[in-house]
């Protein structure tokens, strides 16, 4: 992270960027306060597994090249993300390389986007986006720039766009894990579409606001399939998809 004490030379060259297109840019989009710059060096072959991030970010590239391949907020399901309370959490439990179909069956239908970054290019990875990153060249330095972006929670409107979709996600887990803690999350999750105790009644309260109620059981069970249900756990017939 670019702060205070991560040596002289780094911070001079850091306040001496032209600031002005990205403060233009965050005007422009309305975005919150600048949190954060990180600062990525790597060599070739080193890979950041797909994941999302909870704060708009814009991606520069300085040395090297890198690839980069996007998947959109509405492809949670098809990326089974860690459970929350994991080591990985917001990190896809699929290996790009190599993905076990039998373990993660919908990640057949997940549509990526690939591209190439090179030096001096800025790539925007949207708030909830997913994205994989590895490094093409033997040398690669980048400096991402990370935004506070609270109106996928602020302005809801119905339907609940994709990403809105995926913060209420993010949120159901988190009160589950406040309600039962980490000890018996797992559990709680996995009873959540069926079981019919006070947790998942005052879950489908909440979600009562934003989805129509035939739609609630199929939307618990995308949330936990795969990830605190496994696959081959799942209900023969499993509930139509969330349409969107």
Avoid at 17 to 37: A, K, V, Y
Avoid at 97 to 123: I, N, S, T, W
Avoid at 154 to 173: G, Y
Wanted: with cysteine; charged share 25%.
């Amino acid at each position: 992270s670019l702060v205070e004490g991560v040596g002289d030379a780094l911070m001079d060259d850091f306040k001496a960027f032209d600031w002005s297109w990205i403060f233009e840019e965050q005007r422009r989009l309305s975005w919150g306060d600048l949190t954060s710059n990180l600062l990525l060096v790597g060599q070739r072959g080193n890979v950041t597994p797909a994941h999302y991030d909870e704060q708009q970010n814009l991606f520069a590239q300085l040395v090297g090249t890198k690839r980069v391949v996007l998947f959109a907020p509405k492809d949670f399901k098809n990326l089974y993300p860690f459970p929350m309370h994991h080591a990985s959490d917001r990190q896809s439990q699929v290996d790009l390389y190599a993905p076990d179909y039998c373990r993660f069956p919908r990640f057949d239908e997940a549509q990526g986007y690939e591209v190439l970054l090179r030096p001096g290019e800025v790539l925007y990875i949207p708030q909830y986006w997913w994205h994989h990153i590895e490094n093409i060249d033997d040398e690669c330095v980048s400096l991402n720039f990370w935004f506070k972006d609270q109106s996928t929670a602020k302005q809801v409107t119905l339907p609940l766009s994709d990403a809105q979709h995926l913060a209420m996600r993010r949120n159901i887990e988190k009160l589950v894990f406040s309600s039962v803690g980490a000890g018996r999350m797992v559990e709680a999750m996995r009873r959540l579409p069926d079981e019919d105790d006070e947790l998942r009644r005052s879950v489908v309260q909440l979600l009562a606001h934003v989805l129509p109620e035939e739609l609630i059981r199929g939307w618990l069970f995308e949330l936990v399939h795969g990830r605190y249900l496994p696959a081959a756990d799942a209900a023969p017939d499993p509930p139509p998809a969330v349409m969107v």
